[in-house]
């Protein structure tokens, strides 16, 4: 069994930055790959960054230059930092992380959202 809660989000005005934080639990071997999805109200889940187990990264075109991604291998907990943040950033955010646990080499957890409004 492997766990994944996320944690940071809130209510922001615009311009700015909020950190999320998605920590993962359980019988854990390994991480691979961790990631952040987002999903407007209406819209489908979309991917926002993601990063290997090697550290390289993808970041969405929306938020290049203002989200970074990292992540703690030591801690199972992967970092999305979100500067000068836009209405339309406003979304839940998922965490999700491919894990090697027990017999299952590759387990794909999602965590249950945390929420990011952006408004003045």
């Known amino acids: 069994q492997v766990q994944v809660v996320e944690s940071g989000g809130g209510l922001v005005q615009p311009g700015g930055s909020l950190r999320l934080s998605c920590t993962a639990s359980?019988?854990?071997?390994?991480?691979?790959?961790m990631a952040w999805y987002r999903q407007g109200p209406g819209e489908q889940r979309d991917l926002v960054a993601g990063?290997?187990?090697?550290?390289?990264?993808n970041l969405a075109d929306s938020v290049k230059g203002r989200f970074t991604i990292s992540r703690d291998n030591a801690k199972n907990t992967v970092y999305l930092q979100m500067n000068s943040l836009k209405p339309e950033d406003k979304a839940v955010y998922y965490c999700?992380?491919?894990?090697?646990?027990?017999?299952?080499?590759?387990?794909?957890?999602w965590g249950q959202g945390t929420l990011v409004t952006v408004s003045s």
């Open positions: 990063i290997k187990s090697d550290g390289s990264t």
């Open positions: 999700k992380m491919k894990v090697w646990s027990g017999f299952t080499t590759n387990l794909e957890v």
């Open positions: 359980g019988s854990i071997i390994t991480i691979y790959n």
